[in-house]
């Protein structure tokens, strides 16, 4: 499983606060005990969940169990919670580095009151999922997974070549992220029919990020990735037009003319 850079996830961070759905997230909250409930976040990063999450939760003596496998990021957990601006006190949190793909059993749905991840499943396999659910349904706990990509991906101003950008795109994100064949923009819809089928309710929402003409910075980040997914799928032939593609989006989010909408969906669980 490949890693991602702290900058990167500092910089989404805030796209994915204003994306979220605060709907799922009091349901989430309400599901919980009011004193003492004890978190569980997978692919945790650098806790960036939890910074969002922990002030809407409210409940007082908040335990997180922040568990990732990379160790860089967990590393840098202690230092983006320094900067964290949160009201007082902070919530108790530990760093678990668990290897997800192999290593899931080395945690029990048991010993938490609620499961959490961001931006996971689209990368994940659907034999992966299946397991994964299968594993929170030997326990069930409320579960609020944010923030998966579902293959929306819309821009003014549109360009004749999005089309094959986005076939490219959504290639790209169907490859191997380390747990096998990803699931991409499969991931909410088949989340939803595995909780339902082990006896969850199951709630959705959109959660979509809307990147603006004047946030630059990050539609630069975009397109580049987009520019290297696509040139890994693409045939050579077709390098031009990527190119081109590139060239004319940059060009428009230099001038402040560009909106992107990336969609993404929310899920909120509970059993039954």
């Known amino acids: 499983m490949g890693g991602f850079d702290p900058q ?6 805030a796209h994915d606060d204003a994306a979220r759905a605060q709907r799922l997230t009091r349901l989430f909250a309400d ?3 009011e004193e003492n409930p004890r978190l569980l976040d997978l692919a945790a990063g650098t806790g960036a969940n939890l910074r969002h999450l922990a002030p809407r939760i409210v409940h007082a003596g908040q335990h997180w169990v922040l568990a990732d496998h ?6 840098a957990v202690a230092g983006e919670m320094a900067r964290w601006r949160h ?7 530990e760093c678990r580095h668990v290897d997800l793909v192999h290593g ?3 945690l029990d749905p048991a010993d938490f009151d609620g499961i959490l991840a961001t931006a996971l499943f689209d990368l994940v396999s659907a034999e992966w999922a299946g397991r994964f659910i299968a594993w929170l349904a030997s326990a069930p706990r409320p579960v609020l997974f944010t923030l998966s990509v579902d293959g929306r991906l819309d821009w003014i101003l549109a360009d004749p070549d999005d089309a094959d950008m986005h076939g490219w795109i959504e290639a790209h994100q169907a490859t191997d992220k380390g747990f096998g064949p990803a699931l991409g923009p499969r991931a909410p819809e088949l989340l939803v029919e595995l909780l339902d089928s082990h006896g969850f309710d199951v709630f959705t929402e959109r959660s979509d990020w809307v990147i603006g003409p004047d946030d630059t910075v990050m539609h630069r980040v975009l397109i580049e990735g987009y520019r290297t997914a696509a040139l890994e799928i693409a045939p050579d032939l077709r390098a031009a037009v990527i190119k081109g593609w590139v060239e004319r989006r940059l060009a428009a989010a230099e001038q402040g003319v560009l909106t992107a909408l990336v969609g993404h969906v929310d ?6």
């Not at 990379?70 to 590393?75: I, P």
């Not at 009201?87 to 108790?92: D, E, M, Q, R, W």
């Open 104 to 106: 899931l059993g080395s």
């Open 87 to 93: 009201p007082a006190p902070a919530p108790a949190l």
């Open 70 to 75: 990379d160790r860089v990021l967990l590393d």
């Open 31 to 33: 599901s919980l005990p």
């Open 267 to 272: 899920i909120f669980a509970r059993p039954r």
């Open 8 to 13: 990167w996830l500092r910089l989404r961070s």
